[in-house]
């Protein structure tokens, strides 16, 4: 089985950074795109970054200049570098990848637990 897991939220002041990283663990043959997501309360899910298996990135334009995803392919992780934090940076943040596992032949979405990221004035 597959699972993600996410680390390094917290609380922030307002133009600090934090480093959040997600781990894809199981059995897995190869893993396609993979990104972020954030929901604030009483707002829908919402893309914060995403990068593919080539390298290419796509931000959100509300984090662009401030956030920069990355991946480790050998160590199936993902993290995301947010710096010049701000007040409606806060949300939960879920990790997000497409994988395929070694007994299977499509891939398939998965989702981290979240992490709370709450940046204070």
């Known amino acids: 089985q597959v699972q993600l897991v996410e680390s390094g939220g917290g609380l922030v002041q307002y133009g600090g950074s934090l480093t959040l990283s997600c781990a894809a663990s199981g059995s897995i043959f190869s893993i396609n795109n993979m990104g972020w997501y954030r929901q604030a309360p009483g707002k829908q899910r919402e893309l914060v970054a995403m990068i593919n298996s080539g390298g290419s990135t796509n931000y959100a334009d509300s984090v662009k200049g401030r956030f920069t995803i990355s991946r480790d392919d050998t160590k199936n992780t993902s993290s995301l570098q947010m710096n010049n934090l701000k007040p409606e940076d806060t949300a939960a943040y879920y990790c997000?990848?497409?994988?395929?596992?070694?007994?299977?032949?499509?891939?398939?979405?998965?989702w981290g637990q979240g992490t709370q990221v709450t940046v204070s004035l």
């Open positions: 997000y990848a497409q994988i395929r596992q070694v007994i299977e032949i499509e891939s398939y979405p998965y």
